[in-house]
């Protein structure tokens, strides 16, 4: 993280929570290479942290959660970066996924693409009612860039094979989130 700029992933403690927050919800939270290498160095640290007991993951602002890859940022990348950017995101979302305490997806808003992937690399998926999860990159027959495909084979449970959007209440009676809940509501602490 950048000692003058403001940090695109804030983590607070609460006792033994740890909630994270993608802070750049004018994009939506998208995520560029600055937000995968600071979720990176975050969970990173979080794996040596005596008396965690849970990590709450959630996007800043009431819009988005993830609402994928930046794609500003990506139509400048050539193969090789392009290959590199999705690498260091599968790195990412492994270690989220290798954490020994629990991580809960807190979703509110758009959690597409690269956003769905963050999220199915959860232990939970917490979704708001206002919700919209899915997959849009395939229907331009491109495969998710994070391991998306394998997480959401192991998560499916029912779930359709089409790619269309879905609200949290359809992807819940299909077994995306592990709940949805009521109106924007989130878990306490800052937003």
Known sequence: MSETAAPLVEIQHDGPIARVTIQRPKALNALNSGVIAELDQVFAKLAYQAGLRVVIVRGGGDRSFVAGAD?????????????????????????????????????????????????????WIIASSKALLGQPEIDLGIIPGFGGTQRLARRRRGLSPRPDLHGAEDRCRGGAPDRARGSGARSGGAA
């Open 71 to 123: 794609i500003a940022e990506m139509v400048s990348l050539d193969a090789h970066q392009a290959r590199v950017f999705a690498e260091r995101g599968q790195r990412v979302f492994s270690r989220i996924e290798g954490l020994t305490q629990p991580v809960i997806a807190e979703v509110q808003g758009f959690a597409l693409g690269g956003g769905l992937e963050l999220a199915m690399a959860c232990d």
